[in-house]
């Protein structure tokens, strides 16, 4: 069992910045792959960025490419998504999700344990 919960979130203006922050609790935290996902009112959720369990090698959707890097710290049991250049469309509640998978990274029914979310908010 992995319970996580996300924080970082907020209001910023376009062209800021904001880290995403996902404790983890469970002494096996290191084993899962970590993704971010989000999802803005009447859409989908959506892949943001994905990374494996050792942090080896990282994925990200095109429309956040070059401009959001995902991270972790297993001995901190944490996972960052760091947000720079950001626009309005990037408003959206942000997820955090462990996968106990090598395969799916990218698709929200993969996964296997998710947070609350925490609300970003990108004004113009």
């Known amino acids: 069992q992995v319970q996580l919960t996300e924080s970082g979130g907020g209001l910023v203006q376009a062209g800021g910045s904001l880290r995403l922050s996902c404790s983890a609790s469970?002494?096996?935290?290191?084993?899962?792959?970590m993704g971010w996902f989000r999802q803005a009112p009447g859409k989908e959720r959506e892949f943001v960025a994905a990374?494996?369990?050792?942090?080896?090698?990282?994925y990200a959707a095109d429309s956040v490419t070059g401009r959001f890097t995902i991270s972790r710290d297993n001995a901190k049991n944490t996972v960052y998504l760091q947000m720079d250049s950001l626009k309005p469309e990037d408003t959206a509640v942000y997820y955090c999700a462990a996968l106990n998978s090598a395969f799916g990274v990218r698709s929200p029914g993969s996964y296997d344990y998710w947070g609350r979310g925490t609300q970003v908010t990108v004004s113009s």
């Open positions: 990374i494996k369990w050792n942090g080896g090698s990282t």
């Open positions: 469970g002494r096996t935290f290191s084993t899962y792959g």
